[in-house]
């Protein structure tokens, strides 16, 4: 296993697309050169900005982390109202959406951004009453909406999951 985390340019989130397509290209192409079988894109900013590209320009193959979440959402909500917490560049994508709308158009996708949650869940203390306040504010729309499943669309965001168990509730 050939782990490569890019610390030296995170957080994506709040990068442009074109920006982040150009950090995944590169990531790729290293792991390439250290004869991987398989590229994991574990990274949601980089699978919705670079998959596709990503999957033509190796050789490899190279499966990304939003179609297995869009998936399960899907199968999971019975309401069909979705909600998605992601950074910017994840929702600036659409990619979400659009995975969802191939498995049921008739779905609602409500897409909320949350640049303050990763830095805090980086920070010394990710259980702090500084995150839970920042994910109460970014649940709350999702709440209006009547959403009944929300895909964390960051990998950071199951770290601390325990809050968003507890402000959306066990249902």
Do not use: M
Not at 43 to 63: E, G, I, K, Y
Not at 66 to 95: D, F, K, M
């Amino acid at each position: 296993v050939v782990y490569l985390g890019d610390n030296a340019r995170l957080p994506y989130g709040p990068r442009p697309l074109p920006e982040i397509r150009r950090y995944a290209l590169e990531v790729g192409a290293h792991l390439e050169r250290q004869d991987v079988k398989l590229v994991v894109v574990a990274c949601n900013s980089a699978t919705a900005a670079a998959l596709p590209d990503l999957q033509r320009a190796l050789a490899v193959p190279v499966v990304g982390v939003l179609q297995p979440e869009a998936h399960a959402a899907v199968r999971a909500t019975r309401n069909r109202r979705i909600g998605l917490l992601a950074t910017e560049a994840t929702v600036a994508s659409g990619r979400y959406e659009a995975l969802v709308w191939t498995l049921d158009a008739g779905v609602e996708v409500f897409p909320v951004a949350c640049p303050r949650l990763v830095p805090l869940i980086e920070a010394d203390d990710p259980f702090s009453a500084e995150t839970v306040e920042a994910v109460r504010e970014v649940a709350a729309p999702l709440r209006q909406e009547g959403v009944d499943t929300v895909i964390l669309g960051c990998t950071h965001y199951p770290l601390v999951r325990p809050i968003f168990q507890r402000i959306f509730g066990r249902g």
